[in-house]
């Protein structure tokens, strides 16, 4: 199949087709490891390759807020409610599998920020499609959505777990991993998400959830903020009090009190001087190395020439 295929979508789908029926068992490791390589790379080209009509995939979106998230799990696992309950989107929801079509993206208020989440087409055996693959691969965190109720839950785990093993979307960090025990409102969810826990402990551990739990969904959000490893830096001007409904700068978290110059303005950065920082508890308008890593919540003053 590999040999006949000519497009860059011909040879990933040779690829992900290698992968799935390629026996696995220890004396294939190393040709699972190098297709799983050659298809990371290919996702990567096609990705980064400019649009011969000019016009976009449906599945490619700008990214927008702190960072992405793409919500993920088998048919009418609550996916799609969770991203209304988050975003307020609103995806369709029915109590019906294959709602959901489409990619939906929303935006997800944390604090004084927005996340983007997207809402995705449900993963089964027999409906698995290659774009939605790779815009998982290209997310920070995947989220992992199942309802702990259904009767195929074992199955849908299983399946799920060795799919995104199988083309290696998780060999690499982003995206990091959320699974979610979703509908645990519902009668016997304790007890169900008990024996499922015990079962898979060693390879994730499941979040309870509701949509319907206030305290699940806030715990959720911050969950989701500090996945997406970034701070929050805020500024003022030097002898000025900090703008009212000022907006943060976001930074990787690691970086520096140059870096977060420069994310200002370029010119803050190359005639940089000192900066003052204020961090509770003890550092009100300090002094602060160029070098020192920004925390979040960090508030700076940067003094250039």
């Known amino acids: 199949m590999s040999r006949r295929a000519r497009s860059p979508q011909e040879k990933l789908a040779a690829l992900e087709e290698m992968l799935r029926v390629i026996p696995k068992h220890k004396g294939t490791e190393k040709l699972q490891a190098d297709l799983r390589k050659r298809l990371s790379r290919l996702k990567k080209e096609e990705a980064s390759r400019p649009s011969r009509t000019g016009h976009r995939p449906f ?74 693959l790779q815009m998982m691969s290209q997310g920070e965190v995947v989220l992992l959505v199942f309802d702990v109720n259904d009767p195929d839950l074992l199955e849908q785990t299983e399946f799920l777990l060795d799919l995104l093993s199988d083309r290696g979307i998780l060999e690499n960090e982003p995206p990091k991993l959320v699974v979610l025990a979703g509908k645990m409102d519902q009668a016997g969810a304790d007890q169900n998400l008990q024996i499922w826990g015990e079962l898979f402990a060693e390879r994730f551990q499941a979040h309870p959830f509701s949509v319907r739990d206030p305290q699940m969904v806030e715990q959720l959000r911050e969950r989701l903020f500090r996945l997406l490893d970034v701070v929050r830096v805020y500024t003022k001007r030097p002898g000025h009090p900090v703008a009212a409904g000022a907006s943060p700068f976001l930074l990787k978290r690691g970086a520096t009190v140059i870096d977060a110059a420069g994310c200002v303005h ?20 300090q002094m602060i190395d160029r070098h020192e890593a920004v925390q979040d919540r960090d508030l700076l003053e940067i003094h250039a020439s």
């Open 59 to 132: 599945y490619q979106m700008d990214r927008e807020g702190a960072g992405r998230v793409v919500v993920c799990g088998p048919p009418n696992s609550g996916k799609s409610a969770l991203v209304d309950c988050l975003t307020g989107a609103r995806p369709e929801v029915a109590d019906y599998p294959f709602t959901t079509r489409l990619p939906l993206p929303g935006m997800m208020d944390y604090e004084d920020i927005q996340i983007q989440l997207i809402d995705t087409p449900p993963l089964a055996p027999a409906a698995v499609e290659g774009w939605l």
């Open 266 to 285: 370029k010119d803050l950065a190359s005639g940089f001087r000192f900066a003052r920082i204020w961090r509770p508890p003890d550092r009100n308008g």
